[in-house]
């Protein structure tokens, strides 16, 4: 089993940077794929990065340029966030996938102000 907590949500104004933690019970290391999502009002949840446990990066295309996932190499994966807009306004999940099962985290919340 893993327990996720997410931080470093918050509100910033366009143009603005953030960087989320997800602190996982588990190193990052031992879990298969972690990866982080977001979900805006009304709208269906979107995989944004994830790594695998060999280190393997993706970035989807549509934040590859302003969107970067990194670990400490011990229990916490970031996302760091630059130029962010008003439509980067979600809730940003990790989440952890094992073989059988996933875990989510309760969430942080990004607000995008003009």
């Known amino acids: 089993q893993v327990q996720l907590v997410e931080s470093g949500g918050g509100s910033v104004q366009v143009g603005g940077s953030l960087r989320l933690s997800c602190v996982a019970s588990?190193?990052?290391?031992?879990?298969?794929?972690m990866e982080w999502y977001r979900q805006a009002p009304g709208k269906q949840r979107e995989l944004l990065a994830g790594?695998?446990?060999?280190?393997?990066i993706t970035i989807e295309d549509f934040v590859k340029d302003r969107f970067t996932l990194s670990t400490d190499n011990a229990n916490t994966m970031f996302l760091e966030m630059n130029g962010l807009r008003p439509e980067d306004t979600a809730i940003y999940y990790c989440?952890?996938?094992?073989?059988?099962?996933?875990?989510w985290g309760q969430g942080t919340q990004v607000t995008v102000s003009i």
């Open positions: 989440v952890a996938r094992e073989v059988l099962r996933s875990y």
């Open positions: 588990r190193k990052v290391e031992s879990i298969p794929v």
């Open positions: 790594i695998t446990n060999t280190r393997a």
